[in-house]
């Protein structure tokens, strides 16, 4: 049998909005909305439909890395895109709806969901794009050195008063965005109507010469809003310091006979929740990081470098009792500003 190795995606590089990414996995689904209608019309048969507008989305999992082609990994893509939704004026087609980093033992990733506007517009051609140039910083001897997957030790993290015995973190950034149509506005170019189905640009007046596209199924998008939340699950260590029986002795500073666990703490000052008081907003003391290791530096950088993460608090603690590891699993939500 022949060999055709143009059937393969390793042979193949995926580019957004123009930039080269490595991913494990990416899929686009375009769909058009269309729905059978039936009317007094003296037959059941489906003889009418109901089309409506275009939608696009775009699942991405792609891995961190270290080395060389590290400006090509998973981190890079979310955070370009992650600047773009905080200020909105810069957003390009596709548009971030979330983006979930994940770190644990076995190493680290980031899933992303994007939307575009199903537009397949010449313009719009780098948006979502497979090319046959491969990247060369994946080159062992390029000036970056060779590349290999982040693992545990390639990364720093705290979740709030939460430094040790961190078993994974996790942190979602997620965009809300709204989907609107608009008819087609009378105006001189708009006599002529594109016959593609692309539609025609419309100049906007008075704009500096902003166009916009009118006459087709293709919704704008805007942004609504951007929200910051994630979890983890570390490791409980209790230690019965003082040998009175119990794991509830707390003195700031100096004994703490329950790492990553309320016993005997006052909240909201340190605890599992963060505990609110009349007149006050209360956030954990310590500022949360996901940080991992910058060697050319010699210094720990931001996983998620245009967010302050300083303003959260802990939303969830549930406590898992078995015959193994006692672990607690938590939640917690950030008040969003950049960083």
């Given at each position: 049998?022949?060999?055709?190795?143009?059937?393969?995606?390793?042979?193949?590089?995926?580019?957004?909005?123009?930039?080269?990414?490595?991913?494990?996995?990416?899929?686009?689904?375009?769909?058009?909305?269309?729905?059978?209608?039936?009317?007094?019309?003296?037959?059941?048969?489906?003889?009418?439909?109901?089309?409506?507008?275009?939608?696009?989305?775009?699942?991405?999992?792609?891995?961190?890395?270290?080395?060389?082609?590290?400006?090509?990994?998973?981190?890079?893509?979310?955070?370009?895109?992650?600047?773009?939704?905080?200020?909105?004026?810069?957003?390009?087609?596709?548009?971030?709806?979330?983006?979930?980093?994940?770190?644990?033992?076995?190493?680290?990733?980031?899933?992303?969901?994007?939307?575009?506007?199903?537009?397949?517009?010449?313009?719009?051609?780098?948006?979502?794009?497979?090319?046959?140039?491969?990247?060369?910083?994946?080159?062992?001897?390029?000036?970056?050195?060779?590349?290999?997957?982040?693992?545990?030790?390639?990364?720093?993290?705290?979740?709030?008063?939460?430094?040790?015995?961190?078993?994974?973190?996790?942190?979602?950034?997620?965009?809300?965005?709204?989907?609107?149509?608009?008819?087609?506005?009378?105006?001189?170019?708009?006599?002529?109507?594109?016959?593609?189905?692309?539609?025609?640009?419309?100049?906007?007046?008075?704009?500096?010469?902003?166009?916009?596209?009118?006459?087709?199924?293709?919704?704008?998008?805007?942004?609504?809003?951007?929200?910051?939340?994630?979890?983890?699950?570390?490791?409980?260590?209790?230690?019965?310091?003082?040998?009175?029986?119990?794991?509830?002795?707390?003195?700031?500073?100096?004994?703490?006979?329950?790492?990553?666990?309320?016993?005997?703490?006052?909240?909201?000052?340190?605890?599992?929740?963060t505990l609110q008081i009349p007149g006050g907003a209360v956030y954990e003391s310590?500022?949360?990081?996901?940080?991992?290791?910058?060697?050319?530096?010699?210094?720990?950088?931001?996983?998620?470098?245009?967010?302050?993460?300083?303003?959260?608090?802990i939303n969830k603690s549930n406590f898992e009792i078995t015959n193994g590891l006692?672990?607690?699993?938590?939640?917690?939500?950030?008040?969003?500003?950049?960083?």
């Open positions: 049998m022949p060999l055709n190795n143009n059937l393969y995606g390793v042979y193949k590089t995926l580019r957004i909005g123009g930039t080269s990414y490595i991913v494990e996995n990416a899929s686009r689904n375009r769909s058009m909305e269309v729905s059978p209608k039936s009317y007094v019309q003296g037959t059941p048969l489906s003889a009418i439909l109901d089309i409506g507008g275009v939608t696009e989305d775009i699942s991405i999992q792609a891995p961190i890395l270290v080395g060389g082609a590290s400006a090509h990994d998973g981190r890079s893509l979310a955070n370009t895109k992650i600047t773009e939704i905080l200020s909105p004026s810069t957003a390009t087609l596709p548009l971030l709806q979330n983006a979930n980093f994940r770190v644990s033992e076995g190493g680290a990733s980031v899933s992303m969901s994007l939307m575009s506007d199903g537009s397949a517009a010449s313009s719009l051609a780098g948006y979502f794009q497979l090319v046959n140039s491969p990247i060369p910083a994946l080159s062992p001897v390029s000036a970056g050195g060779p590349t290999r997957v982040a693992r545990f030790y390639d990364f720093r993290v705290n979740i709030g008063g939460r430094t040790f015995f961190v078993i994974e973190a996790n942190i979602e950034v997620k965009s809300q965005v709204d989907k609107k149509y608009f008819l087609v506005p009378n105006a001189t170019s708009t006599n002529l109507m594109d016959e593609t189905g692309q539609g025609e640009l419309v100049t906007i007046p008075n704009t500096g010469g902003t166009q916009y596209s009118f006459g087709n199924q293709f919704p704008f998008i805007g942004i609504t809003g951007v929200e910051i939340s994630g979890g983890g699950k570390a490791a409980v260590l209790l230690q019965d310091l003082n040998s009175d029986g119990d794991f509830t002795d707390y003195t700031a500073g100096t004994l703490d006979e329950s790492i990553n666990l309320t016993y005997g703490v006052n909240e909201p000052s340190s605890g599992d929740l310590v500022a949360f990081s996901f940080e991992i290791y910058n060697p050319t530096t010699d210094a720990w950088v931001s996983l998620l470098p245009s967010l302050n993460l300083t303003r959260s608090v006692l672990t607690v699993d938590f939640g917690f939500t950030c008040w969003v500003t950049t960083a």
